[in-house]
């Protein structure tokens, strides 16, 4: 499978604590949003309406991230 990077801002009201250390989250480009789930401690920028970047991999049409970083005044926060 190939890993991608996806960006956006991270949907309003979407955020969904599960089991453990999974998250789920839609981000959204202002169009179309798709939804994303990671397991892992998320960046303490990590917000609903704020920037984000996520590498992962597609698996039946959500994005499974194994990264997530907080997209601060342009510049990605570790």
Do not use: C, W
Request: hydrophobic fraction near 35%; proline fraction near 4%; charged fraction near 25%.
């Amino acid at each position: 499978t190939e890993v991608f990077r996806i960006g956006g801002l991270v949907e309003e009201g979407s955020i969904r604590r599960g089991e453990g250390e999974t998250v789920r989250f839609a981000v959204t480009d202002g169009g179309a949003s798709v939804p994303v789930t990671f397991t892992g401690i998320l960046p303490d920028l990590f917000a609903e309406n704020q920037g984000m970047v996520g590498t992962g991999k597609y698996v039946d049409g959500t994005f499974v991230a194994s990264e997530i970083l907080a997209k601060h005044d342009e510049t990605s926060m570790p």
